[in-house]
């Protein structure tokens, strides 16, 4: 359980400019240091570290994920772990794997409960909030997904769906918390249509964020390397929707 209220006094001024550029634009750019707390460098480390441990996604594509979720009652600050943690995508959004409730191993407590994410999930409600795209008069539903794209020379690792696309979630974060050096790809796109790209954003910087909407169309492309070691891109997507 956590309360949002808690947090709130921290939260930085800059949310009322994220969540406007977000409606105006459909997307939006969030640095780093907008969610580094004076403990940063070594708090990310210790969640970095975490991602060692993520189980393969059972559709493939090179991924290792984990899921959890936090329900947030109609005209609440406190965010309610959610028991139940099936995962749904309609084929309207996923054409790749939607359709079916799919199944993945719980976020670790060490993950979800650290400073840092409690952190960032909490910040993020309060930029969710300026933007209306829940209806908070309703049930809330966070749903935070940690995923690792682990490549090889031999074998990339990709997205699902691949290519451009809108989530069934209205509102998506997409929290960067590394990038390998030797990683190829991994570039985020932005459209207005499947027909024209308009933005290819980088994230390099543990914490980096580029939030979503349903505006726009995304994507991001396949992750490769040419080291013999692999390589790996780390993200955790913190999501926003009705049930």
């Not at 505006?215 to 992750?223: D, G, I, N």
Request: aromatic share 10%; hydrophobic share 35%.
């Amino acid at each position: 359980m956590v309360q949002v209220s808690d947090v709130q006094k921290q939260v930085k001024p800059d949310i009322f400019n994220y969540a406007s550029f977000l409606l105006e634009n459909g997307y939006s750019y969030i640095p780093a240091d907008f969610y580094q707390q004076k403990t940063e460098n070594t708090a990310v480390r210790e969640l970095q570290t975490t991602y060692d441990a993520l189980n393969a996604d059972p559709k493939g594509g090179g991924r290792y994920r984990a899921h959890s979720r936090y329900i947030l009652a109609p005209n609440s600050d406190t965010l309610e772990l959610d028991p139940d943690n099936g995962y749904f995508q309609s084929k309207e959004y996923n054409y790749d794997d939607g359709g079916t409730v799919r199944q993945f191993e719980k976020i670790s407590d060490e993950f979800l409960l650290h400073p840092v994410t409690q952190y960032m999930i909490n910040t993020n409600v309060e930029i969710a909030r300026q933007t209306d795209l829940v209806d908070w008069e309703k049930e809330v539903i966070v749903g935070l997904h940690q995923i690792r794209y682990h490549v090889t020379p031999d074998a990339p690792s990709y997205s699902s769906p691949i290519w451009l696309h809108r989530d069934d979630e209205p509102l998506v974060f997409v929290h960067l918390f590394k990038l390998s050096e030797d990683a190829i790809g991994g570039d985020n796109l932005i459209a207005p249509s499947v027909k024209q790209i308009d933005k290819v954003l980088r994230l390099t910087n543990p914490l980096e964020t580029i939030a979503l909407g349903q505006k726009v169309f995304h994507a991001v492309t396949p992750v490769g390397t040419a080291n013999e070691d692999g390589a790996h891109r780390d993200i955790l997507l913190v999501t926003f929707s009705n049930r």
